[in-house]
């Protein structure tokens, strides 16, 4: 065969697959229209069953919603209520506890001024025992004593020494007393039952 004929030839062959491919796509083409098609209206009919099913959910949703929300609001007063009367015990609390402050702040002045007082009564008590340790340390003070409890004795001594002076004049005198007693009670025996014509005579 000539070449010419062999291109004739290939030519028809491919204009004939040509028709066949287009007649062939046309036919699935319009298959597939078809199709796109019964899928698109199966989509509008699961899109207005879902809309309907979210319309019905969203209805339900907003009665629930205003439900709560009515629940809330009286929960909201309750609680509002319930915090005014907390608030009202609290501040109670807070004056009266303020009131007490106030009560023990007083006395702690008080008893602050007492302690300085004593904190100033103790110094002062220091100064004079310091003062005091002093006069031990020079032994001024020891040495009055000392002098003071001399003195006392050699009083004490001159004290014993007049009081055995005294005891001996009083011995001596109830001794003196005894012996007159005696001298009388003799006397008397003796001018007793004796006659005495002398007026200035008087009986012992």
């Not at 629940?71 to 007063?77: D, I, L, P, T, V």
């Not at 006395?107 to 009564?121: F, G, R, T, Y």
Request: glycine share 2%.
């Amino acid at each position: 065969m000539k070449t010419r004929e062999i291109i004739l030839i290939l030519l028809a062959a491919s204009f004939g697959a040509v028709a066949i491919v287009t007649w062939s796509g046309e036919e699935a083409a319009n298959e597939r229209a078809a199709k796109i098609s019964k899928d698109a209206a199966e989509a509008r009919q699961k899109s207005a069953a879902e809309i309907k099913t979210l319309n019905d959910k969203l209805v339900k949703d907003a009665a629930a919603a205003k439900k709560a929300a009515e629940e809330s609001g009286k929960q909201a007063a309750d609680l509002l209520a319930k915090t005014k009367d907390e608030a009202d015990k609290a501040v109670k609390q807070a004056v009266d506890a303020l009131a007490k402050a106030k009560e023990d702040a007083g006395k702690a002045a008080v008893k602050a001024a007492e302690l300085e007082k004593a904190k100033a009564d103790a110094a002062s008590r220091v100064n004079e025992l310091t003062a005091e340790l002093a006069r031990l340390r020079d032994g001024s003070e020891l040495k009055e004593a000392i002098a003071k409890q001399k003195k006392a004795e050699a009083d004490l001594e001159a004290a014993s020494t007049a009081l055995r002076e005294a005891n001996a004049a009083a011995a001596k005198a109830i001794a003196r007393l005894a012996e007159v007693e005696e001298e009388n009670r003799r006397l008397r025996e003796q001018t007793k039952g004796t006659d005495n014509v002398s007026p200035n005579y008087r009986a012992l």
